[in-house]
């Protein structure tokens, strides 16, 4: 028998202590990163997903952004009429640089994938600004990663194979020895590859996109739960799609149609020490109601800066801040309330002081 030909390297494995490797210091990795969104918008039917990455379009039309600082590249895998009915919320001005990827299959979803990372990268080398990398309906990429798996693993489609495990389900009733019925469940053991379909969805797609350095949004609908320790408990639906999506985002909002009524709520915001519930956007763009909620929320010291969160991450104390001298104002108001609690504190004291002293009279007596 023929010994196996060494692969280059075998014999003597790299010594990876000893390879450089990229580095930035905290402040440099901070703001290279810390402007940069990665939003989920999640709900059922007709609660405005879609419309919520357009309303970032109208949203940077209305604070003067000019066209060529504008990109976005959005992987669609929903019907063509989802987004062309929205078209008219487009700024004429920024459509020539909007891109649609029409995918179907998980080859699909890769390719365009890393055709809209080119286009990003180059606007932002040209530019110095950020482009949005936009998945509709983020559940379908985990469809197709299991669909490609099922091509590859059983040279089925996965409609095909499920077809196939739920006859040989269905066969198993039918089967008396028991020797019979184990070999029976065999054929339901190609189903347990979780880790290679998650491979497929997660290392070499979306993961990927977490780590993209620009600006990311994705749409989902929903999926029903009934645990507790959800984040989404208190609404019973969560983001439909793999479940360590909610992982990948900053933030995550949740879009809902009541009557003739729109509403959104935010169920996850990194950096920020609140969160806000059912806000009404009807006839307004969600996307500028977004931002004036985390303004106000910064004004009243619920944001926390990511130098600050990467600080904390690495072990590393906050400096004490500096404290802003008071106006006259305030300065007479801490006066006032000086006075006020020496007051009280003097009449407490008195009070404790008779008291004690009419219980030793009693005891006296």
């Known amino acids: ?5 060494p692969i280059q390297g ?3 494995p790299k010594d990876l202590w000893k390879e450089e490797a990229e580095t930035y210091t905290i402040e440099q990795f901070a703001k290279q990163t810390e402007n940069v969104e990665k939003i989920l918008w999640y709900g059922e039917s ?4 879609t419309r919520g990455y357009l309303d970032v379009l109208r949203y940077l039309k209305k604070i003067g952004t000019p066209p060529e600082k504008v990109c976005m590249c959005i992987i669609f895998s929903d019907r063509a009429t989802g987004i062309t009915k929205l078209y008219h919320l487009i700024p004429k001005e920024y459509v ?15 390719k365009a994938t890393g055709n809209a990372e080119r286009i990003l990268l180059e606007h932002h080398k040209k530019t110095g600004t950020h482009g949005w990398l936009i998945s509709e309906l983020l559940e379908e990429s985990w469809r197709m990663a299991q669909d490609y798996y099922s091509r590859q693993a059983f040279g089925e489609t996965l409609a095909d194979l499920m077809s196939a495990k739920r006859r040989a389900i269905a066969d198993l009733k039918s089967v008396k020895s028991e020797d019979k019925k184990e070999s029976a469940y065999q054929v339901l053991e190609g189903w347990r590859d979780w880790t290679v379909i998650k491979f ?15 600006n990311v949004g994705a749409t989902a609908e929903i999926r029903e739960i009934d645990n507790p320790d959800s984040i989404f408990y208190s609404v019973k639906v969560r983001p439909a799609g793999e479940k360590d999506n909610v992982h990948r985002f900053d933030t995550i909002i949740y879009k809902k ?4 009524k729109f509403y959104q709520r935010c169920f996850k915001l990194t950096g920020y020490s609140r969160l806000y519930s059912d806000i009404d956007i009807t006839d307004k763009n969600g996307y500028e109601v977004h931002q004036k909620t985390l303004k106000l929320f910064e004004s009243k010291g619920y944001k926390s800066s990511a130098i600050e969160e990467l600080e904390k991450e690495a072990g590393i104390p906050s400096p004490p801040k500096k404290e802003e001298p008071k106006t006259e104002k305030e300065q007479a108001q801490d006066i006032a309330k000086a006075t006020d609690k020496k007051m009280r504190e003097e009449a407490i004291t008195k009070t404790k002081e008779s008291k004690e002293s009419k219980e030793k009279v009693d005891w006296n007596l």
């Open 46 to 49: 007709n609660s405005g997903k």
């Open 1 to 5: 028998m023929a010994l196996k030909k």
């Open 10 to 12: 075998q014999s003597e």
């Open 257 to 260: 149609h009541v009557g003739d």
């Open 200 to 214: 497929y969805h997660n290392f070499n797609w979306i993961d990927r996109i977490k780590k993209m350095p620009f």
């Open 96 to 110: 020539k640089n909007i891109y649609i990827f029409p995918v179907n299959d998980y080859e699909d979803l890769v």
